[in-house]
Nanobody
Framework: QVQLVESGGGLVEPGESLRLSCAGSGLTFSHSVVTWYRQVAGGERELVARLISPLGDRDYADSVKGRFTISGDGAKNWVYLQMNSLKPEDTAVYYC????????????WGQGTRVTVGS
């Protein structure tokens, strides 16, 4: 059974940083495609960053390039999203998702973690 658990969300001021974590079990992140998505209330889910292993290729949404970094820890089977220079428009629920390969149809999802930038 695949399980993904996100953590690290919270309330920060514009310009500050957060690091989101995604802990995985039931599949090996170092041989998977792990994606961070985000969604605002009433909006569509948006791809934020993606890590394609084992090659290590990374994709980012244009809106976060240069500010966010996706990385993985194979030993712990965790994937991180380092978010710097946060803006109010980054406010959303962030989800970690994983699939066993780039061509796999099934994608597994975590429960999400909320990020709020600004009061």
């Amino acid at each position: 059974q695949v399980q993904l658990v996100e953590s690290g969300g919270g309330l920060v001021e514009p310009g500050e940083s957060l690091r989101l974590s995604c802990a995985g079990s039931g599949l090996t992140f170092s041989h998977s495609v792990v994606t961070w998505y985000r969604q605002v209330a009433g909006g569509e889910r948006e791809l934020v960053a993606r890590l394609i292993s084992p090659l290590g290729d990374r994709d980012y949404a244009d809106s976060v390039k240069g500010r966010f970094t996706i990385s993985g820890d194979g030993a712990k089977n965790w994937v991180y999203l380092q978010m710097n220079s946060l803006k109010p428009e980054d406010t959303a629920v962030y989800y970690c998702a994983a699939r066993r390969s780039i061509d796999a149809r099934e994608e597994y999802w975590g429960q999400g973690t909320r990020v709020t930038v600004g009061s």
